[in-house]
């Protein structure tokens, strides 16, 4: 009798840690990354701070994929079935006064460590390469293009829900002599947020504004 019972909770066990694999919660991410500023220009020089940048940065070339442990964007197979930003987009576009910085959205399990990358805004690359513009700190480039603005975004959760964000803020400073270029200037900024799930948010942070909304998966 005891080695039946032994089999049959052996059984439930494993039966149990199999359907935890199986229905394990999954959570779908909805980022807009906006500025009120269409000024690529500063007064003064911006305090470019130090910031250790998460490593484990995913590059997302198509939204609403399923982001896995290999920190890999792969194909989501109930994608239609989600409720995007996408028309929340397309009335950003369309209205002046905003400038769209970037538009991110995936699918992730709670405890995935992936920071999710983004850029956006003018490319300065063009006016370093012809030289028509200098840096005042050679830590402020970046490999690839020079975006005004650039970083990445973690949802995770500790003993709250948050939205956490690592932005790079770039402008150039017209220098006061006719003889030297303009120079590149940056700013690294940290936000932190906490968020219920299910509900949709705007929050405002000075020049930047994030509508974010997260949705727990069934």
Not at 44 to 49: A, I, W
Not at 153 to 177: A, C, D, E
Request: some cysteine; overall charge neutral; proline content about 0%.
């Amino acid at each position: 009798m005891k080695k039946i019972v032994f089999i049959f909770l052996l059984f439930w066990s494993t039966l149990c840690h199999s359907n935890d694999l199986i229905f394990e919660d999954f959570y779908h991410v909805k980022v807009i990354i906006l500025s009120h500023s269409q000024n690529l220009y500063i007064e003064n020089e911006l305090d470019y701070e130090k910031l250790k940048f998460d490593s484990n940065v995913i590059d997302i070339q198509e939204n609403n994929c399923l982001i896995d442990y290999e920190l890999e964007c792969l194909k989501y197979e109930e994608k239609y079935k989600l409720s995007t930003f996408d028309k929340e987009v397309s009335k950003i576009k369309n209205d002046d006064r905003l400038k769209l910085i970037a538009h991110k959205e995936w699918i992730q399990q709670l405890d995935s460590n992936a920071a999710i990358f983004f850029s956006g805004g003018f490319d300065y690359s063009e006016m370093l390469i012809e030289e028509d513009l200098d840096v005042n700190n050679l830590d402020i480039l970046t490999n690839g293009k020079i975006s005004e603005f650039e970083g990445n975004i973690k949802f995770k959760k500790g003993k709250f829900f948050t939205i956490n964000f690592n932005l790079i803020n770039r402008k150039i400073l017209k220098n006061k002599s006719l003889f030297s270029n303009p120079t590149l200037h940056a700013e690294k900024l940290k936000y932190s947020n906490r968020i219920t799930l299910n509900k949709l948010y705007y929050i405002d942070k000075g020049i930047f504004s994030f509508l974010i909304k997260v949705n727990k998966l069934n």
